[in-house]
């Protein structure tokens, strides 16, 4: 289901407009797609940051003018420090039409302990239902063993999807925990050093 969200329209642009415009509590963006001008938005930054949770979330955009537009979170620009919206690229959308989106990839079960799972690949690059688009794609690594890969073209994927990454991609794996040899030496010297100090006192 869309999340709705009243948007306005932006006239000024630049780093000082969009910083004006996130002091605002707003989000500066880009609609575009479907071969019209793009429009530049002005969202508002609470509601727009519950849907950007999910990054390929699908937003029905009502514009000043009373027209509407079905769009995807196509791209978002953060923060680097406060994770807080700065932009966002949105990409119009129309039912029945097929998008190549990123999904990300989460493993579940647990595999035969000490082994551990591992994402190779945080996402897989699927062709989908523009207005279908699933959250993530699942991996079952329960009762897996050390050496167990899975590669992109064994993954089951979400109803009416079609795989564009490449099928020979390592997306997961179970592997035994590596000991690192340097923590190891850097533990005995401290020992040797403990004991030196205990003779010399």
Same mark, same amino acid.
């Given at each position: 289901?869309?999340?709705?969200?009243?948007?306005?329209?932006?006239?000024?642009?630049?780093?000082?407009?969009?910083?004006?415009?996130?002091? #605002?509590?707003?989000?500066?963006?880009?609609?575009?797609?479907?071969?019209?001008?793009?429009?530049?938005?002005?969202?508002?930054?609470?509601?727009?940051?519950?849907?950007?949770?999910?990054?390929?979330?699908?937003?029905?955009?009502?514009?000043?003018?009373?027209?509407?537009?079905?769009?995807?979170?196509? #791209?978002?620009?953060?923060?680097?420090?406060?994770?807080?919206?700065?932009?966002?690229?949105?990409?119009?959308?129309?039912?029945?039409?097929?998008?190549?989106?990123?999904?990300?990839?989460?493993?579940?079960?647990?595999?035969?302990?000490?082994?551990?799972?591992?994402?190779?690949?945080?996402?897989?690059?699927?062709?989908?239902?523009?207005?279908?688009?699933?959250?993530?794609?699942?991996?079952?690594?329960?009762?897996?063993?050390?050496?167990?890969?899975?590669?992109?073209?064994?993954?089951?994927?979400?109803?009416?999807?079609?795989?564009?990454?490449?099928? @020979?991609?390592?997306?997961?794996?179970?592997?035994?925990?590596?000991?690192? #040899?340097?923590?190891?030496?850097?533990?005995?010297?401290?020992?040797?050093?403990? @004991?030196?100090?205990?003779?010399?006192?």
């Amino acid at each position: 289901m869309a999340e709705k969200l009243n948007v306005e329209l932006r006239e000024d642009f630049g780093k000082g407009a969009s910083r004006r415009l996130r002091a #605002e509590s707003r989000v500066p963006a880009v609609l575009y797609g479907h071969g019209q001008d793009p429009f530049h938005l002005s969202l508002p930054g609470h509601d727009t940051a519950l849907a950007a949770r999910n990054s390929n979330a699908l937003l029905e955009l009502s514009l000043p003018d009373g027209t509407k537009h079905l769009a995807l979170i196509k #791209e978002i620009q953060r923060h680097p420090l406060k994770r807080s919206l700065n932009h966002l690229d949105l990409i119009i959308v129309r039912k029945g039409e097929k998008v190549e989106v990123e999904i990300p990839v989460v493993l579940t079960g647990e595999p035969v302990a000490p082994a551990a799972a591992f994402v190779e690949l945080q996402t897989l690059t699927l062709l989908v239902d523009a207005l279908n688009v699933p959250e993530q794609v699942e991996i079952d690594v329960e009762g897996s063993e050390d050496g167990f890969q899975v590669f992109a073209g064994d993954v089951t994927l979400p109803e009416d999807s079609e795989l564009v990454s490449d099928v @020979e991609l390592i997306v997961a794996s179970v592997a035994l925990p590596r000991v690192d #040899e340097s923590d190891d030496e850097d533990a005995e010297s401290a020992e040797e050093s403990a @004991e030196e100090s205990t003779e010399n006192e």
